[in-house]
């Protein structure tokens, strides 16, 4: 109910966050004091790797299976892994080609340019892929925005969806665990390494879910599937950017770029994040900073790189100012201002979609910083010959490109006038695809066996 005034009746605002979130009302210079260890610590990982060795789950996951509890979808030979260093100097072990693409819902909404931009680098260096409609949401939307969600839904989930990975080329005639899943979505990657480790670590909730895995058929042997490593497609994006930019056609080397990297890439379960010696003197997680280095842009320091661009789950939900005046404030406002960059990259989608679609608002308050927003796969295809509206499909996104475009030397009227052409020869039927359509369903009603 609410009053004449617009107040809540009973004197209280609902937030979403309780009645023990208060305003600071902090000055200026006591906000600058109070935020001032982000941009003086973070840069030197000190918050990371000044403390004790953290568990690899990777140990308990090789005994496990020793004890025959488990199976493990393992990275194998024919997927060309491309060995990395995380945090702690870990190996990780990177497939790069017979992968298995699981789309963020994300995405395919709001970013469609984005999936795309990354089956066409595909395409380009022949990658062996499949990019099937058998897959389901990761669910961790709802899980961390909302809390309804549980931890035995978000395991089985995950093991359903792997599990379909693995299984998934028995429709070309080919041997289980053929392709690896290669994860799009940052949060769906930050939430399946979590999830993994409670599964490792609790017996419990591995006898619960093995239940439900059973009803759905699917188990290995009985036993629950467990990939050896959860593999984001920035990860990908980073090994093979040199073979990207063997790729390149268009000069970038003028391009001031400036990196959000996102959360829940390299802040949940930092220790399997990629740390690079030769990016950034391995101060920084490697991902979408290396690769646009290898495509020659100048990429800019800021000095709230550390920050989240605002989304928080939480906060786009129940607290949406705060999200606007975040992503606008202390990213967009900083990277125009302090970097006068030309382009923000990304690797997350809820990250280039806060971004993006925000700065509209700013406009309300005299705060007009208008920044293109990419993903570090876009930019890369753009600058590899990439369609800027067919492939990037940047018409989709709130953030103008027209400017990055002209200094790229792209003549942007003239490619939207082709894609113009192009959808009026849709409307006829005469649509292009990215890969054979035969591949998307792999079981059911409208498949149709494809000999390998």
Partial sequence: MTAKDGKPEGGERFTGHGSEWTDSNLAPAEAAVATAWVEQKIDRRSMLTNKDRVEDVRDVMWQLEKDDQI?????????EPVTVKTLYGWDKRVPTTQLWHHKSCGQCGNIPGYPA???WLMNKMEIQYLDETDQTSCTAWNYHGSGIGNIESLAAVFLRNFHQAYVSARAQGLEDGHFYPLVHCGTSFGNYK????YLLHSAELRERVTKILGKLG?????????PEEVVHYSEWVHVMRHRIANHQEIDASQIRSTIHPACHVYKMVPEDAIYDDDVLDGNRVAVSTGVME?????????KTWYDCCGFGFRHIISEREF????AIDRKLKVAVDEAKADVMIGHDTGCITTLDKNQWIGKAEGKHYEMPILADCQFAALVCGA?????VQSHWHASPTEKLFEKL????????????DYLKEVEKGNQENLYDPRLMITSGPGFQPVAK
């Fill in 71 to 79: 199976v493990v979808h393992r990275v194998r030979d024919a997927h």
């Fill in 117 to 119: 931009s990354l089956l």
């Fill in 323 to 326: 999200t606007r005046s975040f």
């Fill in 218 to 226: 699917r188990l290995v042997d009985g036993k629950l599937l467990i």
């Fill in 409 to 420: 030397g792209i003549d942007w009227q003239l490619k939207k006038q082709e894609f113009e």
């Fill in 387 to 391: 369609h800027p509206y067919k492939i």
């Fill in 194 to 197: 979590e999830v993994r480790a």
């Fill in 294 to 302: 290898a495509l020659g842009t100048q990429v800019i320091d800021y």
